[in-house]
């Protein structure tokens, strides 16, 4: 059903679309892909998995599952020609609309990935699937002047992506797996979330009958927004803040409160949960794991600052009665951090978990025939009519 639309929320809070794809129960705290509960598939699922079954609406028999498998590994490769493409960035290009302008090169190369058909929607989806993680790795790598690799197929899909962002062409590259099976459940749990921001872009640009190429460049470019996926950069950013300027959290939560320069907690929040987000809890879980092993130096007093923000929010009236809990952004720059990843690859890691779900929902879309070109009225609240004034009157 519609939420009222009140006129200074625009029509940010009516239900645009039906879907089949994710549930979330936003005061209880609940999202399921598919009907399945994420703490289970968080737990029990792959990355891989867990895309087929957003993509495809059930969980998939073994058959399935490693043909899948192999359609994704065979199709890791991108075009000889675009490993010049990522040489015409300058050095140190923010990684996130390097991924977007890649994408877009990637459907100059995939002509039968680009019509309207089901055909051709399945080879988008694997094509997108599958070498995203290789644009974003060439990305990163290009960005510091370093050489890139050839994806392996005989690595799982997490294992290639670590291994062509972290690894050189001059030795083997070491695996570890607490990373590897953290970095698969984080993945799991950004798939999909109902009609997001970077998401409703995905249909929307969908909508005009545009290519999926073209709908998840567009969606890639809204989730890097700080109010959206850009939230686990600016995560970090914030903790840093109070870390160099030797503030005390008291002192940083009293500056949120009294909104000076606008400062908000980074992080805390969301359009739908006013609950724990359900992915903060699970994730937090991983971080304890990861950074207790893994967490170098000067970052573990952003850990301990991280934790110490979370209690004093939880426990202050001020977010309570605004219902600001942690979200998925909170805990997650952490984890990428004790990775090795730069925080400017958080995003970029963002948008591979969700491209599964921005893939699904374009194509729940396109087969809709009732889907019409997305086209939001408004309220015109500017000048009544009024006659042309000449320059001498002006
Ligand atoms: C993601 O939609 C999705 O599903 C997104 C996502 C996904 O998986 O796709 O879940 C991923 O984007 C998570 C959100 C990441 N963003 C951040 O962490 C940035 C910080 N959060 C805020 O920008 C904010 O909470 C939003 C944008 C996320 C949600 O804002 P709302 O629900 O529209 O809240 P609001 O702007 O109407 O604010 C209500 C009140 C205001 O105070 P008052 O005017 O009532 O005094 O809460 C305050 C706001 O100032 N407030 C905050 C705050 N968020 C809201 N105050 C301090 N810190 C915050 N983070």
């Not at 050489?147 to 972290?166: A, I, K």
């Not at 950004?190 to 998840?216: I, W, Y």
């Not at 686990?232 to 009294?258: C, G, T």
């Not at 025939?369 to 009225?377: E, Q, S, V, W």
Request: glycine fraction near 8%; aromatic fraction near 10%.
């Amino acid at each position: 059903t519609t939420e009222n639309v009140t006129l200074d929320q625009g029509f940010a809070n009516t239900a645009s679309c039906k879907s089949e794809i994710t549930f979330i129960d936003g005061d209880a705290g609940i999202l399921r892909y598919r009907g399945y509960p994420i703490e289970q598939l968080a737990e029990k699922s792959t990355f891989l998995e867990t895309a087929y079954l957003v993509l495809y609406g059930e969980l998939p028999t073994a058959t399935q599952l490693s043909e899948w498998e192999e359609r994704i590994r065979r199709s890791t490769l991108i075009d000889e020609r675009m490993r010049d493409f990522f040489r015409t960035f300058p050095r140190g290009s923010h990684p996130m609309p390097v991924l977007a302008a890649g994408i877009m090169s990637l459907s100059t190369f995939s002509s039968k990935a680009t019509g309207l058909d089901e055909a051709a929607q399945e080879k988008a989806t694997e094509q997108l699937i599958a070498k995203v993680p290789t644009l974003a790795a060439y990305g990163y790598k290009n960005s510091m002047g370093q050489p890139t690799l050839y994806p392996d197929n005989s690595l799982s899909y997490v294992e290639n992506f670590l291994r062509m962002s972290f690894g050189f062409p001059t030795e083997d590259y070491e695996f570890d797996e607490s990373i590897t099976r953290a970095l698969d459940v984080l993945l799991i749990l950004h798939a999909d979330h109902e009609q997001n921001c970077s998401t409703s872009t995905v249909r929307l640009v969908g909508s005009s009958g545009a290519n999926m190429f073209a709908s998840v460049s567009a969606g890639v470019n809204a989730l890097s927004g700080p109010k959206h996926g850009g939230a686990n950069q600016a995560v970090l950013e914030m903790l840093a803040f109070i870390r160099d300027h030797k503030m005390d959290v008291s002192e940083f939560v009293k500056k949120v409160k009294n909104k000076e320069d606008g400062v908000k907690l980074m992080g805390f929040g969301h359009r739908v949960y006013k609950n724990y987000d359900p992915r903060a809890a699970i994730i937090k879980k991983h971080a304890d794991e990861i950074l207790s092993k893994h967490i170098r130096g000067s970052h573990e007093d952003l850990l301990q600052i991280a934790q110490e923000l979370e209690q004093a929010a939880l426990s202050d009236d001020y977010f309570q009665e605004r219902k600001l809990y942690p979200n998925v952004d909170f805990y997650t720059g952490l984890i990428y951090e004790a990775m090795g990843f730069p925080v400017d690859m958080f995003t970029v890691l963002f948008a591979i978990g969700r491209l599964p779900g921005w893939i699904a929902q374009w194509r729940e879309a396109a087969s809709d025939p009732h889907t019409k070109i997305g086209r939001p009225r408004q309220i015109y609240i500017g000048e009544p009519a009024r006659d042309y004034v000449g320059m001498a009157n002006r």
